[in-house]
């Protein structure tokens, strides 16, 4: 994994580089078999999976602010939006959904008509059910279902209910989520969901150290698959479900607030200024 990333980036498709500086990083400064590498600027060891694998630097990344992107800033808090929509993601998604849901559906409409023909009453001879009605049960196995089947089905149909319902989920949230992180003095928190179907994560905006890749790498895939990490008192790791353009452009924004060796400081509030910090 580590090799393939470093042939990579030996092959100029990419470059790593520092996740505090952003300053490119020798190959020569690699310790493959520790799994270090040394920014020699910052006179700092990073782990491999904390390097930022883009040839792009930080200042080309916040040269344009992508499309789904938005950075406002009222009063003393700051917001940066990032969108997940990806539309090859939400078709891809999509036709999973329908195959796996598809499926699911009618082992879970089996199992609720057994339910009710084995709690509630007879089930009437015309329902659609694949293996037809007999004495009012759905026939399973050349048999009407009783109580004991139904059951081992329910209990059986759950996995795969979690997975049609989390596949539903990604699909919406390829199409309408959203990643958003505001830093306030009163409440930072970093919040991924769907509008108010959203979760939050609070973090401590005084007590992040620096902003960090986590890259674990996809198998057969060209790009690593990677979360932005805000490493503080609680480290919090977001990001990973962003098309990776927003991404690159939401952890340049938090590194540039964050870093406490950036000379541009015009992007971070007042407050957040180190000499300001515990
Ligand atoms: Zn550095």
Redesign the pocket.
Known sequence: MVLKKIAEAFSGSSIQ???????P?AYESINIKEGVAC??????L?RLSELNWSHRSREEVLAKTPLGCSKVEWGQSLTLTASARSIPTFIGLSFACLFCNGIVSVFLSIAIAGLWANLVGPIPGWFPMPGGVRQGRPIMNDAPMNLGTTLFLCLFLIPFVTIGTGLVLGAMFSLLGRVKVVIDQVESYVSTGIGLLSWKNRFDPMSIDSVRFSNSSGDGESAPKSSIQLVGEDTIEFGSMLPSKRRQWLAACLQEIFSP?DISRDSRPVWLEPNNRR
């Not at 580089?17 to 300053?23: E, K, L």
């Not at 920014?39 to 700092?44: E, L, S």
Request: aromatic content about 6%; proline content about 12%.
């Open positions: 580089r520092c996740p505090q500086c952003d300053h990083i920014c020699d600027p910052c006179r700092k990073f060796n």
